[in-house]
């Protein structure tokens, strides 16, 4: 019979959340149905703005989380329908939320969702706040997906490193016989959208064709990598809360032509993904990019031309869509908590051990 989950993801980047329904009868789990809902216009530059200090937060937070909610029971309802699946044979909902704010070193992380709402508008079993456990065990609380990357895409031959390139890059490391081990990298889209906001008045660089057009500025690139967050040994995460605007501002890219420091971005990307591989998953055979960059071209030539001793390739090549790799790693995730099983993972989050995580809604 067909084990049914919903995952949800709204990551880093604010596009909107991606929907997946997913059947885990047979491991490690087969994509039936996917859908993408874009965020409003008004829901991302309010969650873009969560992310600082304001006046009457708490307020803006909780309906912020009561409009994700209704945005994501819709996102929801069109999946199911796309699938052809009544709700009442969906197993749980496995959902994200919206990251507004991410502080490990001060003992918290805030992703926004009305779990209680989601459930009654839904009509389904919703399990969320997946990292404030991991947090309260002394651990990052991110990444969160190394887990599901080992049961999908584990090979006991094979040196693997899966790469997700979402706003932030994360990489899992699959060396066989090894721990499982997982961080963050740094930038991944966010500077590139941001940039391409400002001076394209678009929400992203389809394909990377800007940043292909222009010249990497080495100066500027250089004091971009000597941020210590880039040196700093894992367990790390990080996340809007570092590398935002006013990060950038602080480098001063105006001084340059715009389409070359969209060059430069994408190579911080590509290299600071390309140093986390070589320095901390030394060795590795192929690796496999999921996220919003594994579409971007230029990007993904890049990365490769980084890593000469590896294969690099999208997660398609590894028979997953990498349109939706977090999106079912939280339906994953969803599954391991009903079971009572623990899913965190302290080699990657340094947490003081495995967690299950989440809380759960009834339906």
């Known amino acids: 019979m067909p084990e049914l989950y919903v995952g949800l993801m709204s990551g880093t980047s604010l596009d909107g959340v991606d929907a997946v329904l997913v059947d885990f009868s047979q491991a490690p789990g087969r994509l039936v149905a996917s859908h993408f809902a874009s965020y409003p216009d008004a829901v991302r530059a309010e969650a873009l703005a969560l992310n600082a200090a304001g ?15 209704e945005l994501y029971a819709a996102a929801v309802k069109e999946l199911l329908a796309g699938g052809r699946i009544d709700k009442d044979r969906i197993a749980a909902i496995g959902c994200h939320g919206q990251t507004v704010r991410h502080r490990p070193d001060r003992g918290y992380t805030v992703q926004l969702v009305n779990g209680a709402l989601l459930a009654e508008r839904s009509g389904i079993r919703v399990v969320c706040d997946f990292r404030s456990r991991d947090v309260a065990a002394g651990g990052q609380g991110a ?16 040196h693997r490193v899966i790469v997700n390139v979402g706003g932030i890059a994360n990489v899992t490391d699959l060396r ?5 081990r997982g961080f963050d990298t740094g930038p991944g889209n966010v500077l590139l959208d941001l940039w391409a906001q400002k001076h394209l008045g678009q929400p992203l660089d389809r394909d990377g064709a800007w940043a292909a057009s222009g010249t990497v500025i080495e100066e500027l690139l250089r004091a971009m990598l000597g941020d210590p967050f880039f040196a700093a040994p894992p367990p790390k995460s990080t996340g809007r809360d570092h590398f935002n605007e006013a990060w950038l501002v602080r480098h001063r890219p105006e001084r340059f ?5 969209q060059a430069t971005f994408a190579a911080l990307s590509a290299q600071s993904i390309a140093d986390a591989v070589t320095r901390f998953c030394g060795g590795a055979q192929e690796v ?13 030539r890049d990365l490769a031309r980084r890593l000469p001793g590896a294969r690099v390739a999208t997660s398609a090549a590894a028979g997953v869509d990498p349109d939706w790799v977090e999106a079912m790693a939280f339906a994953w995730l969803a599954r391991e908590t009903l079971a009572g099983r623990t899913s965190s993972l302290p ?9 299950i995580l989440g809380a759960i809604y009834p339906a």
């Open 176 to 180: 066989p016989g090894a721990p499982v």
């Open 143 to 158: 990444p969160l997906v190394p887990a599901y990357h080992a049961a999908c895409f584990a090979s006991p031959a094979t």
């Open 55 to 69: 006046p009457n937060e708490l307020e803006r937070a909780a309906l912020l989380s009561n409009r994700l909610a």
């Open 257 to 261: 032509a715009p389409r070359d420091v």
């Open 288 to 300: 496999f990019v999921s996220g919003g960059g594994a579409s971007n071209s230029h990007l993904m």
């Open 347 to 355: 080699e990657v989050t340094g947490a003081a051990g495995p967690r």
